[in-house]
C-alpha cells in the first residue's frame, strides 16, 4: 500500500529531457548562487571541510579505516547540503537568504525537516555500512598491514597478485550507485514538496532511468571536483561543496517538474 502511495506521488512529477552537457550548466548556475550568498555558503563548506579533515587526522595512521570513511563521507554528502539546497530555493524566489534560511531547512517543526531527518539517517546508515565493509575487505585480504596511503598504494591499488582493489572499487561502486540514484533530486524534492521519502526516490529514480547519460555525467563532475577538493588538503572543499551543493538544486530544478 506504502509503495502504491509512492508510486503516485512519484507520477504527479514529470521528468524533463536535458541535452548530455546540461551538468556544466548547472555548475555555472551553482557558481552563481555561491557568489550571490557567499557567507552561509562559504562557512557551511568550511564546516564541511574541517569535518573532512577531522576524519583524516582520527584516521591517517589507518588507511585501511580512512579509504572507507571518506567515500562514506560522500553518500552522505547529499543530505548535509540541503542548506545549499534551501539557498538556491530562496535566491530563485527572489529572497534574501542568510543563515535563517539554512536553519529553517532543519528546523524540527517544519513540514519537510522530518523526512529530511529520516532520509539523512539512511543515507549514513549506508556510509557506516560501506565503511565497515571497506575496512574489512582490506584488512582481511590486504598483502600486509595497510596504515599509510603509501601501504594502500603499494599492497592493494599495485598489488600484481590479487584483484582485491578492483573488488574493492566495485564493491564501493556497487554501493554508490544506487544510493546515489535514490538522491540525486529527492533530497532538494523532499526539501521543496510535500511527499514521502518513497515518493522522492521513486522519483529520482525516474530521472536516472530516463536520462542515464547527464547523471552520469553529473556524478563523475561530482566525484572529479570532490576529489580536486580533498587533494588540495581539504581546503578546496570550501569552495567546491557549496558550489556542488547550489548546482544540485539547480539540477533538480532542470530535471523535475510538477505536473
Not at 39 to 63: H, K, V, Y
Amino acid at each position: 500500500m506504502h509503495t502504491d502511495k509512492a508510486l503516485r506521488e512519484s507520477r504527479a512529477y514529470g521528468v524533463r529531457a536535458v541535452p548530455l552537457l546540461r551538468p556544466l550548466g548547472w555548475l555555472a548556475r551553482g557558481w552563481q548562487d555561491l557568489w550571490r550568498c557567499p557567507g552561509p555558503s562559504l562557512a557551511q563548506g568550511l564546516l564541511l571541510a574541517l569535518a573532512g579533515a577531522l576524519i583524516f587526522a582520527i584516521a591517517r595512521q589507518r588507511f585501511w579505516l580512512l579509504a572507507g570513511a571518506f567515500s562514506g563521507f560522500l553518500l552522505v554528502a547529499p543530505i548535509l547540503a540541503t542548506g545549499f539546497y534551501a539557498i538556491s530555493r530562496a535566491l530563485e524566489r527572489g529572497q534574501i537568504p542568510g543563515w535563517h534560511t539554512v536553519l529553517r531547512a532543519w528546523w524540527p517543526q517544519g513540514a519537510s525537516s522530518g523526512r529530511l531527518m529520516i532520509f539523512g539517517l539512511l543515507l549514513a546508515f549506508a556510509g557506516t555500512g560501506w565503511v565497515l565493509t571497506s575496512a574489512s575487505l582490506i584488512t582481511a585480504f590486504g598483502a600486509g598491514r595497510i596504515e599509510t596511503p603509501a601501504d594502500f598504494l603499494r599492497l592493494v591499488v599495485l598489488d600484481e597478485q590479487s584483484l582485491l582493489f578492483e573488488a574493492w572499487l566495485g564493491l564501493g561502486a556497487l554501493l554508490a550507485a544506487p544510493v546515489f540514484a535514490s538522491s540525486v533530486v529527492a533530497i532538494p524534492l523532499l526539501l521543496d514538496r510535500e511527499i514521502s521519502i518513497l515518493g522522492a526516490v521513486f522519483t529520482s529514480w525516474r530521472v536516472v532511468m530516463e536520462h542515464p547519460a547527464p547523471v552520469a555525467l553529473w556524478a563523475l563532475l561530482i566525484m572529479l571536483l570532490t576529489l580536486v577538493g580533498m587533494a588540495s588538503a581539504m581546503l578546496g572543499l570550501i569552495v567546491i561543496l557549496p558550489l556542488l551543493g547550489h548546482a544540485s538544486w539547480h539540477a533538480y530544478r532542470d530535471l523535475v517538474r510538477a505536473l
